[in-house]
């Protein structure tokens, strides 16, 4: 039989038996190189046959020079097989795979040396290694048996998925059939079964590599998602790139939690995570995080992987049509391809990602994933790709402002999501025309709530002084706000709308001074063209007055009690006290939300939220990225992260509490627990429904907490609150406060 072989112009040493025949072909293009297969017969290329004289190592040449074919004739040395390792860029390894009593007679186990997986034989009282992989499909052989035909008959270890069979020693296929699985040298030692597999210490480089080296250039610095079959070159490249200190690889439970997580990141630190999945199923998951990091304006990176490029169309296993199932949700989606410019489309998705706010996706074949690339092929990156963004609105809108400005005897100022990192002109505008600050509530805590300018939030989530603020005012000047029904801002006063993206501007309905401009800039302009006396009234004591109001109502429902539960104006009022005026928020959605927006008093914490897409759960994956952004983007670092949820949300993604102890997020998560869907259970009422599968049935979270490595602590009394709080808080990790809540306090 032909023994396979892959042919260079180097002599190799091949193992022949006493009188073993092998007909050797110069022609170079036989299947079974240097031997024929027998497609060469009767063509300008003559076979030589060549039979061994001896059990040895015989060396053939295919240089088609040699004087005394088919072996070597001197004009190239016989090499050993060290000096052949060395020219073949390998070495070989012995790896410890077992314990000697690990495999019984017959048995068969899968185990792991080096990169190479092995199917680990005993029979007839010797060892077997076996390339763990069944040529027919893949199939695991370390997970087959070994069966007889009958007593007395062949044995075959049997693949588990096709029954395809193969010897448990050799590897060889039974009958007339001229395949196999490679074997690897296996020796039992005296502290276990050793097997030797050779490796290589150069690694070709790879479309992934250059691609992910590509978006490391551009800062993408983390990486959120779960490895699977369809995705193992892209996630070599990331290893690579995380083991060379470039960036951080955080696996998750559900890819779901990896996109929110992405989605997290971004909207504290404005700079794109990217978020992985496989194809099918691990793609489709993470649609959900990337619809609200669309929505938010968040950038992020989605990297799916995707079934080998020859399969695409006939429906493989696995197989959905990503591009067209991420069309809606990403601004830009393309298939990686072998003859695509692999560092351009990485650029091309970076840029789209950073300049559009928006969600960019590829798309990675299998197969593509691990083809070869020039070793010297440039990565991209973000160098001469981006311009400066900063920009004034046209004079003709600014004289138009400026005028209106001047004019307005009650402004009122309000900023939403898109005017973060701008407030420091904002306020000085505010003070200059000594007008209230409101915010949106996806702009909660831009301002701090004890600012005398600070008017609360506006909307449904909001407090009574920034409705009141808004109704008495005669001018609006809105800054990054999307004008959201759930804000509620009044379309029948003056507004002058500053933003930077022209759809945003009178996006509902008309506004009298539509402004488009960088945010910060355009507030600074006009501060600084505003005359020193702007003639505006006064309106701190009349602020400060409707928070006495206020608080003097907060503290009446916070002194509600209940056999229940604690209420939420207890909950955030003693929240407000404990929470470091630098931590970052993350809140999910439900009426704990409502009560964080309405009673959680800010001082100067960043606030994240699922925002136009309002996805319940999104809390604690959310809190992932932002500690995530901790680490990684100084203006952060070092800040205290908490996440707050109903149980409802936070039984969505509680196994991700696992992933957080794995990489040590110091994370706070308090739970209001009210063993209800309340805000559903809410709706149904208002609308005169009867209140129907609201109920819930939860674990003990505190002990669940504690189960996963983490802090966990129950509160269900007023006087553990404040202590449970602190304490959760000051834990170096991940920690959960338990708050027994009542549903109807809120």
């Known amino acids: ?137 893949g199939g695991p052989l370390g997970e087959g048996s070994i069966e007889c035909e009958d007593e007395g008959g062949d044995c075959w270890l049997r693949c588990p998925w096709h029954g395809w069979d193969f010897h448990p020693l050799t590897g060889k296929s039974p009958g007339s059939h001229d395949d196999g699985v490679p074997t690897f040298p296996v020796e039992q030692r005296d502290d276990g079964i050793y097997v030797a597999v050779k490796e290589s210490d150069v690694h070709q480089r790879t479309v992934t590599d250059l691609m992910v080296e590509t978006m490391v250039n551009w800062g993408v610095t983390h990486v959120f998602g779960m490895v699977g079959h369809s995705n193992l070159g892209l996630a070599d490249a990331l290893r690579r790139q995380e083991g060379k200190g470039r960036l951080q690889y955080i696996g998750i439970r559900h890819e779901g939690a990896a996109s929110f997580a992405a989605s997290g990141y971004a909207k504290l630190s404005g ?31 989605a990297l799916t992987g995707q079934v080998d490029a020859q399969v695409l169309g006939p429906g493989a296993f696995q197989e959905i049509d990503l591009a067209s199932a991420y069309a809606p949700a990403a601004r830009f989606s393309q298939t990686v391809m072998c003859d695509s410019r692999h560092a351009e489309l990485m650029n091309l998705a970076c840029k789209h990602a950073i300049v559009q706010r928006d969600v960019a996706h590829l798309i990675f074949p299998d197969d593509v994933q691990t083809q070869a690339v020039d070793e010297d092929a440039p990565a991209g990156s973000s160098q001469g790709r981006l311009g400066d963004r900063g920009m004034l609105p046209a004079t003709e809108g600014l004289a138009l402002a400026l005028d209106k400005l001047k004019q307005a005897k009650r402004p009122a100022i309000i900023v939403g999501y898109g005017a973060v990192g701008r407030m420091e002109p904002i306020l000085t505008l505010a003070e200059k025309l000594h007008a209230p600050v409101l915010t949106t509530f996806k702009a909660k805590g831009q301002i701090a709530d004890d600012h005398p300018l600070a008017a609360g939030v506006l909307g449904r989530s909001g407090t009574p002084v920034a409705s009141w603020c808004m109704n008495e005012s005669d001018l609006l000047i809105v800054f990054g706000a999307s004008f959201s029904n759930h804000t509620g801002i009044a379309a029948n006063k003056p507004i002058i709308q500053v933003d930077f993206d022209p759809m945003t501007l009178g996006k509902f309905h008309p506004v009298e001074i539509p402004l488009l401009g960088e945010i910060g800039l355009t507030a600074e302009w006009l501060w600084r063209a505003l005359p020193e006396d702007t003639g505006s009234a006064d309106q701190r004591d009349d602020l400060a007055e409707r928070w006495r109001i206020w608080r003097d109502e907060k503290a009446a429902r916070r002194e509600r009690e209940s056999d229940k539960g604690l209420s939420a104006a207890l909950l955030f009022e003693v929240l407000s006290k404990v929470t470091p005026s630098d931590a970052v928020l993350a809140v999910d959605v439900g009426n704990n939300t409502y009560s964080f927006g309405r009673y959680f008093e800010a001082r100067g914490q960043r606030v994240l939220m699922s925002g136009y897409l309002g996805s319940i759960g999104f809390a604690f994956p959310a809190a992932m990225g932002a500690w995530a952004a901790t680490q990684a ?55 005169h429904w009867p209140v129907w599968q609201t109920g819930l049935r939860n674990p003990d979270f505190a002990a669940y907490a504690k189960s996963c490595g983490g802090l966990g602590i129950r509160v269900s009394s007023k006087d553990e609150l404040e202590e449970a709080l602190k304490r959760a808080i000051a834990y170096d990790g991940p920690a959960l406060v338990d708050v027994i809540s009542d549903p109807e306090l809120i």
């Open 1 to 137: 039989m032909s023994k396979p072989y892959i042919a260079d112009t180097k002599p190799k040493a091949v193992e022949l038996k006493a009188g073993e025949t092998v007909w050797w072909c110069s022609c170079g293009r036989s299947k079974n190189q240097p031997f024929c297969d027998g497609s060469h017969q009767g063509t300008d290329f003559t076979p030589v046959k060549f039979t061994a004289d001896k059990d040895d190592s015989y060396y053939f040449c295919q240089c088609k020079q040699t004087g005394s074919p088919p072996l070597c004739d001197g004009s190239h040395k016989k090499i050993s097989d060290a000096e052949l390792e060395e020219q073949d860029g390998l070495k070989t390894v012995w790896y410890k795979v077992a314990e000697r009593d690990d495999l019984r007679e017959g048995g068969v186990l899968a185990v792991q040396a080096g990169s190479q997986s092995i199917a680990l034989t005993l029979f007839n009282g010797e060892l077997g290694a076996l390339d763990n992989a069944c040529p027919h499909q």
């Open 633 to 687: 983007q100084s203006t952060y670092r070092g800040r205290k992260v908490i996440s707050i949820s109903g149980d409802g949300g936070f039984g969505q993604y509680m196994a991700e509490f696992t992933t957080a102890v794995k990489y040590g997020m110091n994370i706070t998560h308090v739970l209001l627990n009210n063993d209800e869907l309340g805000k559903i259970s809410k709706e149904q009422r208002a609308g």
């Open 271 to 301: 700079v794109p995570a990217a978020c992985m999945s496989i194809a099918g199923p691990g793609a489709t998951n993470m649609l959900t995080g990337l619809w609200d990091a669309k929505v938010d304006r968040a950038p992020v990176l």
